[in-house]
């Protein structure tokens, strides 16, 4: 028999900065750090003081929901968007 907390889905609280870089003749967007945390209310408060740090030009907090048994994991759930960051399908 397996053990519940193996056969649980995992869930993780994504805070992702992004900065602009030059990519040839352009500016371009890039993630530049990658923080997990163990509540959705963190991944949020960091995201939001992440995007008012200097050179910080946007910052996302998001969870994924994963499967530990097939390894899947979902599609990010946006939780807040701050500054400016990525497109996604359907905003």
Do not use: N, W
Request: with cysteine; glycine share 8%.
């Amino acid at each position: 028999m397996l053990d519940s907390e193996e056969t649980a889905v995992k869930m993780h609280y994504i805070c992702q900065t992004y900065v602009m870089k030059q990519k040839g003749q352009q500016m371009a967007l890039h993630v530049d750090k990658v923080f997990e945390y163990k509540s959705a209310a963190e991944a949020e408060e960091r995201a939001g003081r992440e995007a008012r740090r200097e050179g910080c030009v946007g910052a996302d907090a998001y969870m994924l929901s994963e499967d530990p048994t097939s390894g899947e994991v979902s599609e990010p759930t946006f939780l807040a968007r701050h500054g400016t960051v990525p497109e996604v399908e359907g905003d």
